[in-house]
T-cell receptor
């Protein structure tokens, strides 16, 4: 299972675009990249998933370069409510849940 | 609302006691996952059940056990409780058994306090 590395924390301001990068140098051919968001005292919530290039939904965009060794979660025009912890997970459909490592994630703080 | 329900919301008990946490997955989801989140250790995977069978085990203590019933709801049993077991316990569900490709839907959690 590919090991992931994310910044521990990030700060930004309302209305800005925020980009959170996850490194996964050992990503395997069949691995997907998935991002979750967690608010304090709530369970994580799925944000976006991708395999290559770019994926966009109503909440975020996910950019994946050709070598797939990293990925960037992009949150457009953040608001105070985007303050949360963001987790990057990498694996394929056969990956065992025993290998799930949410880690510490990236703690994003948005200021007025 | 993720569609996953957990009861109770809060639980306060004493050391040495035994408690049961309950989880009802989203309709149609066959997999149930249990996680523990304490302040100093982040979100830790405990165990997964898929269609009634144990599928994967994480860092689950021997004092903890779980099961998934024919109606697919799951229970996590914690016994001989210690102060360090105080944490938020989350249940998640997904349609299939691939936790890293299937979307996991998390419940609101049960906050366990051991005094």
């Amino acid at each position: 299972l590919a090991k992931t590395t994310q910044p521990i924390s990030m700060d930004s301001y309302e209305g800005q675009e925020v980009n959170i990068t996850c490194s996964h140098n050992n990503i395997a051919t069949n691995d997907y990249i998935t991002w979750y968001q967690q608010f304090p005292s709530q369970g994580p919530r799925f944000i976006i998933q991708g395999y290559k290039t770019k994926v966009t939904n109503e909440v975020a965009s996910l950019f994946i370069p050709a070598d797939r060794k990293s990925s960037t979660l992009s949150l457009p025009r953040v608001s105070l409510s985007d303050t949360a912890v963001y987790y990057c997970l990498v694996g394929d459909e056969d990956s065992s849940a025993s290998k799930i490592i949410f880690g510490s994630g990236t703690r994003l703080s948005i200021r007025p | 609302d993720s569609g996953v329900t957990q009861t109770p919301k809060h639980l306060i008990t004493a050391t040495g006691q035994r408690v049961t946490l309950r989880c009802s997955p989203r309709s149609g989801d066959l997999s149930v996952y249990w996680y523990q989140q304490s302040l100093d250790q982040g979100l830790q995977f405990l165990i997964q059940y898929y269609n009634g069978e144990e599928r994967a085990k994480g860092n689950i203590l021997e004092r903890f056990s779980a099961q998934q019933f024919p109606d697919l709801h799951s229970e996590l049993n914690l016994s001989s409780l210690e102060l360090g077991d105080s944490a938020l316990y989350f249940c998640a569900s997904s349609v299939f058994s691939g936790p890293l490709t299937d979307t996991q839907y998390f419940g609101p959690g049960t906050r366990l306090t051991v005094l």
